[in-house]
């Protein structure tokens, strides 16, 4: 096994970030010589096509960096490019393999930002721009660059059985013990999914994904949904989900990052299924907290501003935990805010309402 680091220069994340504006020629042929690929094709910046030689009628689609300060889904994807050129890894499907806010991923000297261009509003969020078809005027990069993750993913995807996971990385995780009464303190990493079917979609997470997945969201898939994982599940009919790495693997591959990376890699090489899958939490989308003014901010007990948003699922005592301008955010006893921020654009989300899911169709952990 090849040693691979973080700041290798050579790292395809850098490659991307070298021609942002694909300055380049596109598509070209990467080197490589794993005897299971046919060929890997970079079809234009941070973006290429795996297509091996054992083809089995399905594609696995992997995205990092959508957000670009997010940065255990850059890391998983050095990684697989890396060792997929070198020959490490076996290769029984096809891949589509994309970085995403290739700008925001070069923000702060490489640090990286959320997003860039706020001004613009909730598409200034490269996850908040699919779903839409074609952006014909875009107003900034990230509608420039969700036009060409939607053209090669139709150029690639028709007619093919999808799945798709978008690697994000939630700075609000909280740790086991936070949630279940004698939990551990590793951090609850979880699934938000797009369900077409939801028996389905929680047989393929539990089979798959339940020795790294302490819960699994579930969308309402009767609303149109602007995320990545969103526009794969009502497209391509994909299992698709977004999965919510915690602080770890901020500046490295620590914890559960190289966990999922294993679990990827058995998936690519058509080995994935679990010989253990585990029991995990199911919650259920309520609605959403959407910014409308200047004036948003999260609130404590006593009805004063908070410095920082509230953690993912934890329980809050109080009913009122936003205020908006002159609108007031109630949530109720049973319900869990979930990706709250504060500092999205006007017009962006800026936190999830959800609660627990009564079901029998995974265990309970």
Known sequence: MSIWRTNDPGRFSAVAMSDIDGNGTYPNELPHRNPDIEHISHML???????SRHDDGTT??????????????????????????????????????????L???????????????????????LNRCF??????????????????????????????????????????VPTLADIRQGGDRTEYTYAMLYPRDISDTLSWVHHYFSDIVAGAVLNNMSKVHRTWAGYMASRFGAHAATFEQGTIGHTDHVTFTPQLYDNLVLSVGGEGRLQNPQGFDVWKCQRGIIRTSENFTFLDAAGQPLQRAPQDFVSISYRTVARDGTTAHMIDEDERLLFANAEVPIGDRAAEIIARMKTDLVPSP
Do not use: W
């Not at 890391?75 to 029984?92: A, F, N, Q, S, T």
């Open 131 to 172: 779903n839409y078809g074609t952006f014909e005027h875009p107003k900034c990069y990230a509608e420039r660059r969700a036009n060409q993750m939607v053209e090669c993913a139709e150029a690639v995807l028709q007619g093919r059985r999808v799945e798709a996971i978008d690697i994000h990385q939630s700075f609000g």
């Open 45 to 51: 910046p941070g973006i290429l096509n795996v297509r």
């Open 60 to 101: 696995l689609v992997l995205t990092g960096g959508m957000h670009g300060d997010e940065k255990a889904g850059i890391v998983i994807l050095d990684r697989l490019v890396h060792e997929l050129c070198e020959g490490e890894v076996p290769v029984k499907r096809n891949l589509l393999l994309m970085y995403g806010n």
């Open 103 to 125: 700008r925001a991923m070069q923000a702060e000297g490489g640090k990286g930002l959320r997003c860039i261009e706020s001004e613009v509003g909730a598409t200034s969020n």
